[in-house]
């Protein structure tokens, strides 16, 4: 699959450095150029196949939105910016996303994946079908964004507004809920009790009561007896 060719628009330096380091930090992104304001990125636009643009609203000449009016044929279009109030006028334009800053890295993975799902859906459900060493989970834990290999994982522990990520070498404590993050994880993690979310090729065992990853020993919960019995 061809990287996908990225446009920043911003007229602030550091918000352009910061998008910019983010993509860096993911594979299958190229930045094709960054801008300071509408009329630099309409030339780009004009020369360059764009596939995602980052566009910031408040901007000297052309705001981010009255510019985005008039492309006939924008890019996949996330827009960035400090003032919330125009989310709803952002979304009537068909954005893909909308980043409040100061944006947050995790935060942006989830807007760079809402693109990969519109524009690369059979790569992205083949993936979610069959893992690879490639796939990884971005978490903030101790104050600090983390990346996680998801073949490494083994459990997810719930517990109230926190999750325990169990690897092969470690865990994390995160503050986010059970559910959110098994959504963000491919099919072959399973949700076997109200507390505990399993990966399905770490299990070394199961009966009707209990599912077994090695020497750890974790409870079924009686709702999710029928998702384990169709391993």
Not at 63 to 85: D, M, Y
């Amino acid at each position: 699959m061809n990287n996908i060719r990225c446009l920043i628009v911003d007229d602030e330096v550091v918000a352009q450095r910061i998008i910019a380091k983010y993509l860096n930090d993911l594979n299958g992104f190229e930045i094709v150029a960054r801008c300071a304001n509408a009329m630099e990125a309409m030339k780009v636009l004009q020369e360059e196949k764009i596939d995602l643009m980052f566009l910031d609203i408040e901007m000297p000449k052309l705001k981010g939105l009255a510019f985005l009016k008039t492309l006939k044929n924008p890019p996949a279009v996330i827009i960035t910016t400090a003032h919330r109030a125009y989310a709803l006028e952002g979304y009537d334009l068909d954005v893909l996303d909308y980043l409040l800053k100061p944006i947050a890295f995790e935060r942006f993975i989830q807007a760079v994946n809402k693109y990969k799902k519109h524009h690369h859906p059979p790569e992205v459900e083949k993936d979610k079908a069959t893992p690879t060493g490639n796939e990884t989970l971005y978490v903030k834990s101790d104050r600090k964004t983390i990346k996680i290999a998801i073949p490494e994982i083994t459990h997810l522990e719930g517990m109230n507004n926190y999750v325990i990520i169990y690897t092969t070498k470690t865990k994390h404590i995160v503050y986010r809920s059970l559910t959110d993050l098994l959504n963000e994880l491919p099919k072959d993690f399973i949700r076997i009790h109200k507390s505990y979310v399993v990966h399905t090729e770490k299990i070394t065992s199961f009966t009707k009561e209990q599912v077994t990853l090695e020497e750890i020993e974790l409870p079924i919960g009686r709702t999710y007896r029928a998702v384990v019995d169709r391993l």
